[in-house]
């Protein structure tokens, strides 16, 4: 049973930075695409950024620059770094996976497997 725990969001001022962490448990696979989606209230989930197994990164346009995904495989955990944020970044930001790869259409949730439940990150301008 793979479950997926999301960590580190709260409040901050525009500009100022967070981390998050996803915790993965239960994983099989040995190979796997890794990454952090967020979907802010009247929009539809966005892609941020995912990582592979071999540290392979891709980011959405809009964070690219400020955000940093990154992994310790011996924790089994993702890290996103935000840093420069901005009031649009607002939203409740959700860890996801799934086998084998980050190639193809990474952005789409819908070939995403497993998600964790989410933590919400807060930006005043």
């Known amino acids: 049973h793979v479950q997926l725990v999301e960590s580190g969001g709260g409040s901050v001022q525009s500009g100022g930075s967070l981390r998050l962490s996803c915790a993965a448990s239960?994983?099989?696979?040995?190979?796997?695409?890794m990454g952090w989606f967020r979907q802010a209230p009247g929009k539809e989930r966005e892609g941020v950024a995912v990582?592979?197994?071999?540290?392979?990164?891709r980011y959405a346009d809009s964070v690219k620059g400020r955000f940093t995904i990154s992994q310790d495989n011996g924790k089994n955990t993702v890290y996103l770094q935000m840093n420069g944020l901005k009031p649009e970044d607002e939203a409740m930001y959700f860890c996801?996976?799934?086998?084998?790869?980050?190639?193809?259409?990474?952005?789409?949730?819908?070939?995403?497997?497993?998600w964790g439940q989410g933590t919400q990150v807060t930006v005043s301008s």
């Open positions: 239960g994983y099989t696979y040995s190979r796997a695409c």
């Open positions: 996801a996976g799934k086998p084998l790869d980050c190639s193809g259409a990474w952005t789409s949730g819908n070939a995403y497997k497993h």
């Open positions: 990582i592979d197994g071999d540290g392979n990164t």
